[in-house]
């Protein structure tokens, strides 16, 4: 079966930095991804793993280890504005469909 | 460049009506995805379709649900006989062809909250 952990819920103070995790076991592997959602938005793309390894995107950078089934999400100088839900969703079909994590909401205080 | 396109945003029905959801994809993209977000709960896929096919519904429940992605017009998400059950956010997404690697991300519209009274 598909599955994908993350904790439920972060909180972290402007400034600062957070690490989101994210394990997955799944039949497949052919890609993780990030997004963010704010409340009652459409989730927007966030980064991109494919290889094990670090790839950093300004202020977010994203983890890959394939063979411990393992992601974070790394947020640096949080601001308010990144008080949101990120999802961590993996792309085990194929090139197609994207199985999610129930993703971790991130609340960012003064 | 507008992105992906989904109507009604809000859509109240009443126990055994049907609901239609629309989803135009962005400009360029062939493939269409729906998900829906229960409350409290991640994203989980319904279906997966091309123009005029339907590649993986594999996540639709058996009865009641369906969808098409018809040659011209937007893709349809259709839930015949609704129940308070069905009360969740239905989001819509594309990507263009995928491709042997690469990124292709899929870009979500903004949903359609279907409230079923």
């Known amino acids: 079966g598909q599955n994908i952990d993350q904790p439920t819920e972060m909180t972290a103070t402007e400034g600062a930095i957070v690490q989101i995790n994210c394990t997955y076991q799944t039949s497949g592997f052919n890609g993780l991804f990030w997004y963010q959602q704010h409340a009652g938005e459409a989730p927007t793309f966030l980064s991109y793993n494919v290889l094990d390894g670090l790839e950093e995107k300004g202020r977010f950078s994203s983890f890959l280890s394939r063979s411990k089934g393992y992601s974070y999400l790394l947020l640096k100088e949080l601001q308010m504005k990144d008080s949101a839900s990120y999802l961590c969703?993996?792309?085990?079909?194929?090139?197609?469909?994207?199985?999610f994590g129930k993703g971790t909401m991130l609340l960012v205080s003064p | 460049n507008a992105g992906v396109m989904q109507n009604p945003r809000h859509l109240v029905r009443r126990r055994g009506q049907e609901a239609r959801l629309r989803c135009s994809p962005m400009?360029?993209?062939?493939?269409v995805y729906w998900y829906r977000q229960l409350p409290e709960e991640g994203l989980k896929f319904m279906v997966y379709?091309?123009?005029?096919?339907?590649?993986?519904e594999s996540g639709m429940p058996k009865e009641r649900f369906s969808a098409e992605f018809p040659k011209e017009g937007p893709s349809i998400l259709r839930i015949q006989q609704v129940v308070r059950g069905d009360s969740a956010a239905y989001f819509c997404?594309?990507?263009?062809?995928?491709?042997?690697?690469?990124?292709?991300?899929?870009?979500f519209g903004p949903g359609t909250r279907l409230t079923v009274t």
């Open positions: 969703a993996v792309r085990d079909r194929g090139y197609s469909t994207l199985t």
């Open positions: 400009k360029g993209h062939s493939h």
């Open positions: 379709l091309q123009k005029e096919n339907i590649i993986d």
């Open positions: 997404a594309s990507s263009p062809l995928p491709g042997l690697a690469g990124l292709y991300e899929q870009y």
